[in-house]
């Protein structure tokens, strides 16, 4: 049976706990406050990049640009962003998870896996996967010149015949207490359908050539960024609950080794006055 000295022994021991685990709530929440500023500024931005670019592929298919050729799909391309760090609950599983389910049935020499982030690149590197590219660390912080690395290879494996297909697995932030695993279409670029789809004609000043020739590489390294920005504001937001979680399970651990000192002290002194009380009976 555990003494009154081991009790306060792990009551200090958790107590050392929660306040790391306060700490690293309260970081996490400063980072997820400009994560979310980050989200806020970046999101018009890409989806007015996205509608342009799907709303002038269909001028773009009549010219054979590379990138908005769709062919059968023999060979994928998966981009998995998961976080460097943990400490953030099932994020990083809930994300492998889905990743396994999208490459299941897939014989792996039809696969280019391609991770992002340390936690990927551990997962899927004890598990064989070797892609043609990796970025080992994400960083803190959306590192644009990490996106645009990514963004050319993407650019150019496609464009080369490489890959029919390339695909993003991301944590879609939503809210603080809301995030969704979301597996995007990357390449190709599907031309726009529906009322303001490929009925547009479009007139290109100075060039078509010239336009897309600025357009693709921005409209890509949009997309990446924003994808790493998405999953940077989730990951800050799943540690920020997790933390938080156990702060408390650690303040009601504290609160139940707490009583449960007090019962054993209680317990000693009464056995001590019984004792004295018994020793003077004794005495009479």
Same mark, same amino acid.
């Not at 039809?110 to 970025?135: C, E, H, M, Q």
């Not at 944590?171 to 303001?196: C, W, Y």
């Given at each position: 049976?555990?003494?009154?000295?081991?009790?306060?022994?792990?009551?200090?021991?958790?107590?050392?706990?929660?306040?790391?685990?306060?700490?690293?709530?309260?970081?996490?929440?400063?980072?997820?406050?400009?994560?979310?500023?980050?989200?806020?500024?970046?999101?018009?931005?890409?989806?007015?990049?996205?509608?342009?670019?799907?709303?002038?592929?269909?001028?773009?298919?009549?010219?054979?640009?590379?990138?908005?050729?769709?062919?059968?799909?023999?060979?994928?391309?998966?981009?998995?962003?998961?976080?460097?760090?943990?400490?953030?609950?099932?994020?990083?599983?809930?994300?492998?998870?889905?990743?396994?389910?999208?490459?299941?049935?897939?014989?792996?020499?039809?696969?280019?896996?391609?991770?992002?982030?340390?936690?990927?690149?551990?997962?899927? $590197?004890?598990?064989?996967?070797?892609?043609?590219?990796?970025?080992?660390?994400?960083?803190?912080?959306?590192?644009?010149?990490?996106?645009?690395?990514?963004?050319?290879?993407?650019?150019?494996?496609?464009?080369?015949?490489?890959?029919?297909?390339?695909?993003?697995?991301?944590?879609?932030?939503?809210?603080?207490?809301?995030?969704?695993?979301?597996?995007?279409?990357?390449?190709?670029?599907?031309?726009?359908?529906?009322?303001? $789809?490929?009925?547009?004609?479009?007139?290109?000043?100075?060039?078509?050539?010239?336009?897309?020739?600025?357009?693709?590489?921005?409209?890509?390294?949009?997309?990446?960024?924003?994808?790493?920005?998405?999953?940077?504001?989730?990951?800050?937001?799943?540690?920020?609950?997790?933390?938080?979680?156990?702060?408390?399970?650690?303040?009601?651990?504290?609160?139940?080794?707490?009583?449960?000192?007090?019962?054993?002290?209680?317990?000693?002194?009464?056995?001590?006055?019984?004792?004295?009380?018994?020793?003077?009976?004794?005495?009479?």
């Amino acid at each position: 049976m555990a003494t009154i000295k081991d009790i306060r022994r792990r009551i200090r021991s958790v107590a050392s706990t929660q306040q790391i685990t306060k700490a690293m709530e309260m970081v996490a929440a400063a980072k997820l406050r400009r994560a979310q500023d980050r989200i806020i500024s970046t999101r018009p931005y890409a989806a007015k990049m996205t509608d342009v670019m799907k709303s002038l592929s269909a001028a773009a298919s009549e010219r054979s640009d590379p990138l908005f050729a769709i062919r059968e799909v023999h060979r994928r391309t998966y981009v998995v962003i998961a976080s460097d760090k943990g400490l953030c609950g099932a994020f990083n599983a809930n994300l492998f998870r889905h990743a396994e389910t999208a490459l299941k049935g897939w014989d792996r020499q039809k696969v280019d896996l391609i991770p992002v982030g340390r936690r990927a690149n551990d997962y899927f $590197g004890k598990r064989g996967w070797k892609g043609s590219f990796k970025l080992p660390e994400l960083g803190d912080q959306v590192d644009f010149a990490k996106a645009s690395s990514l963004a050319r290879h993407l650019m150019g494996i496609y464009a080369r015949g490489e890959t029919d297909s390339v695909e993003i697995l991301y944590a879609k932030f939503i809210s603080t207490g809301s995030r969704r695993i979301v597996q995007e279409s990357f390449l190709p670029i599907v031309p726009e359908t529906g009322d303001h $789809g490929p009925e547009k004609d479009y007139i290109f000043e100075p060039s078509a050539e010239a336009i897309f020739s600025d357009l693709l590489p921005r409209y890509v390294r949009t997309r990446i960024a924003t994808a790493m920005a998405d999953s940077l504001a989730s990951e800050h937001a799943a540690r920020l609950i997790s933390m938080g979680a156990a702060t408390k399970n650690a303040g009601e651990m504290i609160t139940a080794l707490t009583l449960i000192r007090n019962k054993l002290r209680q317990a000693a002194i009464t056995k001590e006055i019984s004792e004295l009380v018994g020793g003077a009976e004794a005495l009479r």
